[in-house]
């Protein structure tokens, strides 16, 4: 009769350490894919939210009309777009304008067609600032969060092949808005925006 051997207390050690290592080496591999997947669910997020933000600049400033603002002062009035960081408010570049195409039929809303709008940096979030009626001086407005992770904004134009880096041309607007903004996890993105090219709109 043969002698039946078992495992040596080593030999048991020895799997069981082999098998807890395939454990730990698992369990690693299925943390950095959550880890993978969660972060490219993010960057994912990230990219819609650039995209819609985007989306939302590129339409504003091809609605953008002249229109004398009365709620600032007179001397003023003759400039219908400003990138003046200190003026909108931000912590860092901006523009502010007015722009057509609210829709609003039959005026059954109490407000106008043309919409005050601003785009600002706050505390490194992308935000669009509106107002119901383009003189309004009551305050009150609306504020929409576009994109975080904003760490700089800066607006400049070009009109008639000429680069402005503040626009300062009386009674007219730029022919194209170059928007350059610096993003936390995607550097530096520039866009360039046709606006219109309206005529001025008469104050009633």
Partial sequence: ????????????????????????????????????EEMSK?????????????????????QMVVRQVRSIPEE????????????IDSDSGGIAFVRAGWSNPDMILPRSELQPVVYRVRENVLQRVYRPFVDDVSGDEGVQ?????????????QHAGEDYERWEVPNSFPDLVIIKLELENFGVIERWLLTSGEKPVALP
């Fill in 1 to 36: 009769m043969q002698n039946q051997r078992g495992f040596t207390l080593i030999e048991v050690l020895v799997a069981m350490s082999i098998l807890a290592i395939i454990g730990l080496v698992s369990a690693m591999v299925l943390t950095q894919m959550l880890d993978s």
């Fill in 42 to 62: 993010e960057r994912h997020e990230q990219l819609s939210e650039l995209q819609f933000a985007m989306v939302t600049l590129d339409r504003d400033i091809r």
């Fill in 76 to 87: 003023a009035r003759r400039y219908y777009v400003t990138n003046d960081a200190a003026l």
């Fill in 145 to 157: 969060d576009l994109l975080s992770g904003v760490e700089s904004l800066e607006v400049t134009f």
